[in-house]
T-cell receptor
Framework: GESVGLHLPTLSVQEGDNSIINCAYS??????FIWYKQESGKGPQFIID?????DKRQGQRVTVLLNKTVKHLSLQIAATQPGDSAVYFC???????????FGAGTRLFVKA | DAGVIQSPRHEVTEMGQEVTLRCKPI?????LFWYRQTMMRGLELLIY????????DSGMPEDRFSAKMPNASFSTLKIQPSEPRDSAVYFC??????????????FGDGTRLSIL
């Protein structure tokens, strides 16, 4: 029979709207968090990061929010554009080690 | 600035053959990572090096897989013998992180490997 692969959550938004991609992380000891964007045929590309001593960080059109109480991370993209269509991964890391754990990813689809 | 460079971009070979994937990390980065990405399992860490030394190879699936980093600017991932289930996209990433300072990993564009 056919194998079951990963079924990525999909977020569909209208061009110009804001997007919010959510992520639940697993390790309460993680102190560094990163968002990556992966376009078709390319490797994951670093977007923005945040350390555990912060709860919000802003970049160009992107904002990352960290809620350590519930182990939740979100990526907000303002004025979403067709070029933002991609799979977005959150990742967590524990200071003192090198291992970064990646989430399964969320597919963002932007409708023109 | 040159990013992480991987070669080849695509590799198609028959099962049983030896496959060698190559990676040149970003100059100045001291950590290097090999990942495998499939639809079934997503992104899996295979092995990582720090200062050319393998730190954790617990993600390497079998003895058929081996990785080396002979110097700071070059690493290889070898599969011998290859099997159809090894078909995947293999990514190399590098970072400048150390024990007290986390830094993001920067990825190459991957090698798409197909074993027939």
């Amino acid at each position: 029979g056919e194998s079951v692969g990963l079924h990525l959550p999909t977020l569909s938004v209208q061009e110009g709207d804001n997007s919010i991609i959510n992520c639940a992380y697993s390790n309460s000891a993680s102190d560094y968090f990163i968002w990556y964007k992966q376009e078709s045929g390319k490797g994951p590309q670093f977007i923005i990061d945040i350390r555990s001593n912060m709860d919000k960080r802003q970049g160009q059109r992107v904002t990352v929010l960290l809620n350590k109480t519930v182990k939740h991370l979100s990526l907000q993209i303002a004025a979403t554009q067709p070029g933002d269509s991609a799979v977005y991964f959150c990742a967590e890391s524990n200071g003192g080690g090198f291992k970064t754990i990646f989430g399964a990813g969320t597919r963002l689809f932007v409708k023109a | 600035d040159a990013g992480v460079i991987q070669s080849p971009r695509h590799e198609v070979t028959e099962m049983g053959q030896e496959v060698t994937l190559r990676c040149k990390p970003i100059s100045g980065h001291n950590s290097l990572f090999w990942y495998r990405q499939t639809m079934m399992r997503g992104l899996e860490l295979l092995i990582y090096f720090n200062n050319n030394v393998p730190i954790d190879d617990s993600g390497m699936p079998e003895d058929r897989f081996s990785a080396k980093m002979p110097n700071a600017s070059f690493s290889t991932l070898k599969i011998q013998p290859s099997e159809p289930r090894d078909s995947a996209v293999y990514f190399c990433a590098s970072s400048s992180e150390g024990f007290s300072s986390n830094q993001p990993q920067h990825f190459g564009d991957g090698t798409r490997l197909s074993i027939l």
